[in-house]
Protein backbone atom coordinates (compact mmCIF):
# COMPACT_ATOMS: atom_id res chain seq x y z
CA UNK A 1 0.00 0.00 0.00
CA UNK A 2 1.58 3.56 -0.83
CA UNK A 3 -0.46 6.46 -0.03
CA UNK A 4 -3.89 4.59 0.08
CA UNK A 5 -3.27 2.90 -3.43
CA UNK A 6 -3.21 -0.95 -3.46
CA UNK A 7 0.26 -1.02 -4.83
CA UNK A 8 3.20 -3.16 -3.92
CA UNK A 9 5.67 -4.83 -5.46
CA UNK A 10 7.20 -8.55 -4.88
CA UNK A 11 10.80 -10.09 -6.57
CA UNK A 12 12.61 -6.95 -5.72
CA UNK A 13 16.54 -7.00 -6.91
CA UNK A 14 18.54 -3.84 -6.46
CA UNK A 15 21.95 -3.11 -6.85
CA UNK A 16 24.09 -0.01 -7.52
CA UNK A 17 24.27 1.09 -10.83
CA UNK A 18 26.13 3.90 -13.30
CA UNK A 19 24.33 6.54 -11.55
CA UNK A 20 22.23 5.37 -9.11
CA UNK A 21 20.29 2.00 -8.11
CA UNK A 22 19.54 -0.69 -10.70
CA UNK A 23 15.42 -1.94 -9.54
CA UNK A 24 13.75 -5.08 -10.61
CA UNK A 25 10.75 -5.75 -9.57
CA UNK A 26 7.31 -7.09 -10.61
CA UNK A 27 4.17 -4.21 -10.12
CA UNK A 28 0.92 -5.92 -8.25
CA UNK A 29 -1.64 -3.54 -8.25
CA UNK A 30 -5.05 -4.52 -6.36
CA UNK A 31 -3.43 -7.57 -5.21
CA UNK A 32 -2.36 -8.70 -9.22
CA UNK A 33 0.53 -9.29 -10.46
CA UNK A 34 0.64 -6.44 -13.62
CA UNK A 35 3.91 -5.10 -14.74
CA UNK A 36 7.48 -5.64 -14.67
CA UNK A 37 9.74 -2.24 -13.51
CA UNK A 38 12.97 -2.00 -14.44
CA UNK A 39 15.36 0.46 -13.40
CA UNK A 40 18.66 0.28 -14.77
CA UNK A 41 20.30 2.60 -13.00
CA UNK A 42 21.72 5.29 -15.15
CA UNK A 43 19.66 8.05 -15.16
CA UNK A 44 17.27 8.32 -17.18
CA UNK A 45 13.35 6.80 -17.01
CA UNK A 46 12.68 3.15 -15.85
CA UNK A 47 11.00 0.80 -17.67
CA UNK A 48 7.15 0.02 -17.05
CA UNK A 49 6.33 -3.64 -18.91
CA UNK A 50 2.40 -4.75 -18.65
CA UNK A 51 2.89 -8.45 -17.89
CA UNK A 52 1.11 -10.15 -20.72
CA UNK A 53 2.06 -11.91 -24.41
CA UNK A 54 1.26 -10.95 -28.37
CA UNK A 55 -0.06 -14.11 -29.63
CA UNK A 56 -0.29 -14.88 -33.84
CA UNK A 57 -3.82 -15.33 -34.50
CA UNK A 58 -4.32 -18.37 -37.55
CA UNK A 59 -4.27 -15.59 -40.05
CA UNK A 60 -0.39 -14.60 -39.42
CA UNK A 61 -1.26 -11.29 -37.50
CA UNK A 62 -0.35 -10.27 -34.22
CA UNK A 63 -2.39 -9.54 -31.04
CA UNK A 64 -2.06 -8.66 -27.51
CA UNK A 65 -3.02 -11.16 -24.96
CA UNK A 66 -6.41 -10.79 -23.07
CA UNK A 67 -3.63 -10.68 -19.92
CA UNK A 68 -1.74 -8.00 -21.52
CA UNK A 69 -4.86 -5.67 -22.44
CA UNK A 70 -5.84 -6.50 -18.75
CA UNK A 71 -2.94 -5.19 -17.64
CA UNK A 72 -2.53 -2.50 -19.71
CA UNK A 73 -6.14 -1.08 -18.29
CA UNK A 74 -4.96 -1.65 -14.99
CA UNK A 75 -1.64 0.07 -15.59
CA UNK A 76 -3.29 3.23 -17.02
CA UNK A 77 -5.78 2.97 -13.82
CA UNK A 78 -2.98 2.79 -11.62
CA UNK A 79 -1.22 5.76 -13.25
CA UNK A 80 -4.35 7.52 -12.91
CA UNK A 81 -4.54 6.95 -8.79
CA UNK A 82 -0.93 8.90 -8.67
CA UNK A 83 -2.83 11.69 -10.33
CA UNK A 84 -5.11 12.02 -7.94
CA UNK A 85 -2.16 12.21 -5.02
CA UNK A 86 -0.63 15.51 -3.89
CA UNK A 87 1.94 16.70 -5.95
CA UNK A 88 5.43 15.97 -4.45
CA UNK A 89 7.98 18.79 -3.71
CA UNK A 90 11.72 18.33 -5.16
CA UNK A 91 13.84 20.28 -3.63
CA UNK A 92 17.12 21.12 -5.94
CA UNK A 93 19.30 21.50 -3.17
CA UNK A 94 20.07 24.79 -4.70
CA UNK A 95 17.53 26.87 -2.79
CA UNK A 96 14.92 26.49 -5.45
CA UNK A 97 12.19 23.61 -5.62
CA UNK A 98 9.74 22.26 -8.02
CA UNK A 99 6.65 19.99 -7.78
CA UNK A 100 5.82 16.85 -9.98
CA UNK A 101 3.26 14.51 -9.63
CA UNK A 102 3.63 11.03 -7.43
CA UNK A 103 4.42 7.99 -9.54
CA UNK A 104 5.64 4.33 -9.67
CA UNK A 105 9.01 5.61 -8.65
CA UNK A 106 8.21 7.31 -5.93
CA UNK A 107 6.25 4.09 -4.77
CA UNK A 108 9.14 1.69 -5.64
CA UNK A 109 11.58 4.27 -3.86
CA UNK A 110 9.17 4.00 -1.04
CA UNK A 111 9.21 0.30 -0.57
CA UNK A 112 12.67 0.14 -0.98
CA UNK A 113 13.31 2.59 2.04
CA UNK A 114 10.90 0.77 4.20
CA UNK A 115 12.84 -2.10 2.94
CA UNK A 116 15.80 -1.28 4.37
CA UNK A 117 14.82 0.71 7.73
CA UNK A 118 12.57 -2.96 8.64
CA UNK A 119 16.38 -4.37 8.42
CA UNK A 120 17.81 -1.26 10.89
CA UNK A 121 14.27 -1.64 12.92
CA UNK A 122 15.41 -5.43 13.02
CA UNK A 123 18.58 -4.31 15.03
CA UNK A 124 17.27 -1.89 17.98
CA UNK A 125 15.30 0.24 18.30
CA UNK A 126 15.25 2.93 15.57
CA UNK A 127 14.45 6.53 16.37
CA UNK A 128 14.85 9.87 14.91
CA UNK A 129 15.23 13.21 16.10
CA UNK A 130 15.87 16.72 14.77
CA UNK A 131 15.86 14.55 11.43
CA UNK A 132 18.54 12.50 12.22
CA UNK A 133 18.65 8.22 12.04
CA UNK A 134 19.61 6.21 15.33
CA UNK A 135 19.54 2.99 16.24
CA UNK A 136 19.63 1.98 19.40
CA UNK A 137 21.06 -1.26 20.78
CA UNK A 138 19.02 -3.13 23.67
CA UNK A 139 20.90 -4.06 26.56
CA UNK A 140 23.88 -5.35 24.81
CA UNK A 141 21.87 -7.59 22.39
CA UNK A 142 23.10 -7.17 18.79
CA UNK A 143 19.50 -7.48 17.57
CA UNK A 144 15.99 -7.73 18.78
CA UNK A 145 15.70 -11.58 18.09
CA UNK A 146 19.06 -12.05 20.24
CA UNK A 147 17.14 -10.10 22.66
CA UNK A 148 14.30 -13.11 22.72
CA UNK A 149 17.07 -15.21 22.72
CA UNK A 150 18.81 -13.62 25.28
CA UNK A 151 15.94 -13.04 27.99
CA UNK A 152 14.58 -16.89 27.06
CA UNK A 153 11.23 -15.37 27.56
CA UNK A 154 9.36 -13.38 25.29
CA UNK A 155 7.00 -11.29 27.66
CA UNK A 156 10.33 -10.30 29.09
CA UNK A 157 11.84 -9.20 26.03
CA UNK A 158 8.93 -7.19 25.62
CA UNK A 159 9.08 -5.28 29.07
CA UNK A 160 12.36 -4.08 28.21
CA UNK A 161 11.91 -2.99 24.74
CA UNK A 162 8.93 -1.15 26.04
CA UNK A 163 10.89 0.42 28.82
CA UNK A 164 13.52 1.25 26.26
CA UNK A 165 10.64 3.03 23.84
CA UNK A 166 9.61 4.77 27.40
CA UNK A 167 12.80 6.06 27.54
CA UNK A 168 13.70 7.40 24.08
CA UNK A 169 10.10 8.76 23.86
CA UNK A 170 10.69 11.00 27.41
CA UNK A 171 14.48 11.93 25.67
CA UNK A 172 12.26 13.62 22.66
CA UNK A 173 12.80 10.75 20.50
CA UNK A 174 10.29 10.10 18.04
CA UNK A 175 10.17 6.03 16.99
CA UNK A 176 10.54 4.83 13.36
CA UNK A 177 9.04 1.49 12.36
CA UNK A 178 6.28 1.26 15.26
CA UNK A 179 3.90 -1.56 13.18
CA UNK A 180 7.30 -3.94 13.08
CA UNK A 181 7.35 -3.22 17.27
CA UNK A 182 3.93 -3.75 17.07
CA UNK A 183 4.18 -6.99 15.33
CA UNK A 184 6.39 -8.14 18.05
CA UNK A 185 3.58 -7.77 20.17
CA UNK A 186 4.38 -4.26 22.05
CA UNK A 187 0.95 -2.66 22.75
CA UNK A 188 0.22 0.16 20.03
CA UNK A 189 -0.69 2.60 23.38
CA UNK A 190 2.82 2.80 23.87
CA UNK A 191 3.58 4.64 21.14
CA UNK A 192 1.08 7.82 21.66
Do not use: W
Not at 18 to 31: A, F, N
Amino acid sequence: MYKGIPVTFSKMQTMEGHEGTVIRCVVKYQGKQIANYYDDGNGGMPDVNPIGSIDRKPNGDYEPSTKLKQNRQLLLKLEEEFKKLPKVKIDTGTGSTFEVNDNLDFAVSHFIEQKEMLKLAKKGLLIEKDGKMYISTLYGASSIANLFKKTGNPPSAIKLIVAAIQKQQLQGYKILMQDYYISLGIDPKVFK
